[in-house]
């Protein structure tokens, strides 16, 4: 991609000059065919050229400033006696201040691209979050006609983050007959695991293309497979795409069960596939906080600790301590806090890490925890990249 640009404005700088020359020549053209005492209008009521001056500015900058007034420069020099070096000046001023205002805009346009980038990626972010407050509460969980289950029971038979244990669980769970599990690693999908018979896919497949830059799955309706398999058009029914810590990673599905061929189950394998990439992120990294915090915690200070070293978004690890006697008390702190938030207790402390939260933020928790519980205090407080380290 930067490649790409670069040629690109490479090839935008040739086309600068070449418009530039043409745009001058013609002027000096009309100029001396109409008016050839005075070809470039400076002796006129108003100076024309300074508008030929701003336009050019404005739309290429300083670079093409800068050529534009040599042009004119030998413009002046060939047909003008005396040398009307005020009027060079002015012209230099208009194309000055033009092109300053074009690297003032292009600066804002930039930041707010910049912007939007990061709204994108804190948008990708919190959809992530909001599944994962979805499992806390059990706001996905849902009957289905032949079996039951949820995000929460799939999830704790997932202790093992691997390729194999993933595609059993959606074989399961989900009656996923046939299938195959990709990374999508240097612009190449690399086989992972097959389930059944597997999947090949084309990368050059237009689906397969836009599932993977907009990061979107889905699946054919069951009233259209049939037709597709009689033409012989269909190589999978589903492609599910996550993100994770990890990379990107895709899913394409040939077979499974037909009543689990809807939007409620791609979201939980791509709720699954999401939590597989972090899984296997968070154990190859060799992350640890403590000795004797249990996963989930150690799992959310991973992704909050990527978080600040890709974005800068704080969050901070609160430590209580507290009297050993009144243990079963502070146990209650795991009911006092937000969906996103962790709590790790051992025999006079407690650790309470606070996702994507300000000084501010922590400061109004610490008072709300004292009141409920005067007898636990504050030890410390601590950013999450100073609480964790990688062994």
Do not use: H
Request: glycine share 4%; with cysteine.
């Amino acid at each position: 991609m930067r490649a790409f640009r670069l040629g690109e404005r490479i090839t935008i700088e040739k086309v600068i000059f070449v418009e530039i020359f043409l745009l001058t020549t013609l002027l000096l053209a009309l100029g001396w065919y109409f008016n050839r005492e005075d070809p470039l209008f400076i002796k006129s009521k108003y100076d024309l050229i300074n508008l030929l001056v701003v336009a050019l500015s404005l739309y290429y900058g300083y670079s093409g400033a800068i050529v534009l007034i040599f042009l004119l420069s030998v413009g002046y020099f060939f047909f003008y006696q005396p040398f009307p070096l005020n009027d060079l000046l002015e012209n230099l001023l208009f194309a000055l201040l033009s092109s300053e205002f074009r690297y003032i805009w292009d600066k804002k346009i930039k930041l707010a691209l910049a912007d939007k980038t990061y709204a994108e990626q804190m948008t990708e972010l919190y959809r992530r979050q909001l599944f994962s407050l979805k499992f806390e509460y059990d706001l996905l969980e849902r009957q289905f006609v032949l079996s039951p289950y949820s995000v929460r029971n799939i999830l704790e038979r997932f202790k093992v983050p691997s390729s194999k244990a993933f595609m059993e669980l959606i074989s399961d769970f989900f009656g996923v007959i046939s299938a195959e599990l990709y990374k999508y690693e240097d612009g190449k999908l690399i086989s992972l695991e097959k389930l059944g018979g597997g999947v090949k896919v084309d990368k050059e497949d237009p689906l397969i293309q836009e599932a993977l830059e907009l990061n979107t799955s889905f699946y054919i309706p069951p009233k259209n497979i049939l037709r597709k398999v009689m033409n012989e058009e269909l190589n999978f029914i589903a492609l599910v795409v996550a993100e994770s810590y990890a990379g990107k990673f895709l899913l394409a599905i040939k077979d499974m069960d037909f009543l689990n061929i809807n939007e409620e189950v791609l979201s939980y394998i791509t709720i699954l596939l999401e939590y597989y990439g972090d899984s296997i992120a968070f154990e190859a990294s060799g992350f640890s906080c403590t000795k004797f915090c249990d996963r989930e915690f150690e799992l959310q200070a991973y992704r909050m600790q990527s978080l600040k070293e890709r974005f800068g978004i704080d969050s901070f690890v609160v430590v209580f301590e507290y009297p050993p006697e009144r243990r079963e008390e502070v146990i209650k702190l795991k009911s006092m806090v937000k969906g996103l938030d962790r709590v790790c207790i051992n025999e006079n402390k407690a650790f309470v890490l606070l996702p994507i939260t300000p000084m501010e933020g922590v400061k109004r928790f610490i008072e709300r925890i004292s009141k409920n519980m005067d007898f636990v205090k504050v030890k410390e407080i601590k950013p999450i990249e100073e609480f964790c380290n990688v062994r």
